[in-house]
């Protein structure tokens, strides 16, 4: 996840704040941003000329998505899955060899 930091100059006789994509942003103070929440953001606001904006490295972490985890996790299902599938093969051939 990448993270950001975007501050806003407003220009000569403007309003002191603006919101943006549902950030509320004041003229001349920085606020932080993450890629999993405000990637659109990040990306429109490095080519907006009234806000500067530091863009850092992706960390390789991924922020969870809200909800309950898995109860199994996705190896043991693919295997699972495999085996169901192989069952199901094997029957199916016991079917046609007695008829």
């Given at each position: 996840m990448k993270k950001a930091?975007?501050?806003?100059?407003?220009?000569?006789?403007d309003n002191k704040v603006v919101e943006m994509g549902g950030v509320?942003?004041?003229d001349g103070k920085s606020v932080d941003l993450n890629s999993f929440d405000?990637?659109?953001?990040?990306?429109?606001?490095?080519?907006?000329?009234?806000?500067?904006i530091e863009v850092g490295e992706d960390d390789g972490k991924v922020k969870r998505k809200p909800g309950r985890p898995p109860k199994v996790k996705p190896a043991e299902?693919?295997?699972?899955e495999t085996k169901q599938t192989d069952k199901a093969q094997a029957s199916s051939a016991q079917?046609?060899?007695?008829t």
């Open positions: 930091t975007a501050t806003y100059v407003a220009p000569e006789g509320t942003f004041f405000h990637e659109h953001l990040i990306s429109k606001l490095a080519n907006n000329q009234h806000f500067d299902t693919k295997l699972a079917t046609t060899d007695a």
